[in-house]
């Protein structure tokens, strides 16, 4: 497994070896072992897997806040995606900054969020799949958006003229000056 750390503490990149021949490969894409030698120990509970038809589709920025706070690791199952982190840890030296990489079945890496970021996607292909784990169960009550497009985080999302698909809940999302973080680094 290469890991990598990224500009963002904490923030980690990650992609599994393929052991591939004619038939295919063969990834180990999560080896607790393997991670607690780097001093990676999350205990992950529950895992998560989404289907967004179009080019375009956008999903967050999400959270869950505590107690049920959760940190991820995020892969891309089928298709291609910009899969977004940002840093919303208060005294964090890295507050309010965002970190993007290109996540697609084809290049293999995957995105370790640790709690204490909002995370979010574009689909860069028709029918990508995401596919990730949480270190919590869902919690509706601790569950939490901020807009995608918020002009004080400044994510640059790669498709421009393209028509996006956004949840009602996500084009309703707060803005990033109105969200008062729950988070402590």
Same mark, same amino acid.
């Given at each position: 497994?290469?890991?990598?750390?990224?500009?963002?503490?904490? &923030?980690?990149?990650?992609?599994?070896? /393929?052991?591939?021949?004619?038939?295919?490969? !063969? =990834?180990?894409? %999560?080896?607790?072992?393997? &991670? *607690?030698?780097?001093?990676?120990?999350?205990?992950?509970?529950?895992?998560?897997? =989404?289907?967004? /038809? *179009?080019?375009?589709? #956008?999903?967050?920025? $999400?959270? +869950?806040?505590?107690?049920? *706070? +959760?940190?991820?690791?995020? /892969?891309?199952?089928?298709?291609?995606?910009?899969? #977004?982190?940002? @840093? #919303? /840890?208060?005294? =964090?030296?890295?507050?309010? +900054? %965002?970190?993007?990489?290109?996540?697609?079945?084809?290049?293999?890496?995957?995105?370790?969020?640790?709690?204490?970021? &909002? $995370?979010?996607?574009?689909?860069?292909?028709?029918?990508?799949?995401?596919?990730?784990?949480?270190?919590?169960?869902?919690?509706?009550?601790?569950?939490? =958006?901020?807009?995608?497009? @918020?002009?004080?985080?400044?994510?640059? %999302?790669?498709?421009?003229? #393209?028509?996006?698909?956004?949840?009602?809940? @996500?084009?309703?999302? +707060?803005? !990033? *000056?109105?969200?008062?973080?729950?988070?402590?680094?």
């Amino acid at each position: 497994m290469d890991i990598k750390n990224t500009e963002i503490g904490d &923030l980690i990149l990650l992609t599994p070896k /393929r052991f591939g021949d004619e038939r295919g490969f !063969f =990834s180990e894409s %999560w080896n607790r072992k393997t &991670l *607690a030698d780097a001093g990676i120990d999350i205990d992950f509970v529950q895992d998560n897997h =989404s289907l967004s /038809r *179009a080019v375009g589709t #956008v999903r967050g920025l $999400h959270f +869950q806040s505590p107690p049920h *706070a +959760q940190a991820k690791l995020v /892969r891309c199952g089928r298709g291609r995606l910009l899969d #977004v982190a940002v @840093d #919303v /840890r208060k005294g =964090s030296p890295t507050y309010g +900054q %965002w970190f993007g990489v290109e996540l697609s079945f084809e290049n293999g890496k995957q995105l370790l969020i640790p709690a204490g970021f &909002l $995370h979010g996607f574009m689909t860069l292909e028709p029918d990508t799949e995401i596919v990730y784990k949480c270190s919590d169960y869902y919690a509706p009550e601790c569950d939490g =958006s901020v807009r995608f497009d @918020d002009p004080d985080i400044g994510i640059e %999302w790669p498709l421009s003229g #393209v028509e996006l698909t956004i949840s009602a809940k @996500d084009r309703e999302a +707060q803005s !990033f *000056a109105d969200f008062e973080s729950p988070f402590t680094y």
